[in-house]
């Protein structure tokens, strides 16, 4: 089995443990603002990008332009309107 076939089986096995290290991250990194968004939506839009990047590498190739990564790139234009309309600037 290549590597690149088993990155859909690590990030279902390693779900809940890739999403606490990655909250740990963001919710210690200096430029969170917990005044422009709540650690519950934090969390849930970073499970979201989760799912949907694993639901891309099963269905397809690993090429962010193809089919497959459609609804990765439209939960990252979601997010970034959401942002933006929260206040955060490109660099925050």
Known sequence: MSARSRIPEI???YDQALLKDWM???LSSPTMRADRIKEAELREQSQQFLQAVRHAVQQGP???SSPPWED???LL???SRSRALQGFLASC
Do not use: G
Request: net charge negative; aromatic share 6%.
């Open 72 to 74: 990765v790139r439209a």
């Open 77 to 79: 234009d979601s997010i």
């Open 24 to 26: 740990d991250k963001q």
């Open 11 to 13: 990030l279902t096995q």
């Open 62 to 64: 690993f090429e962010i």
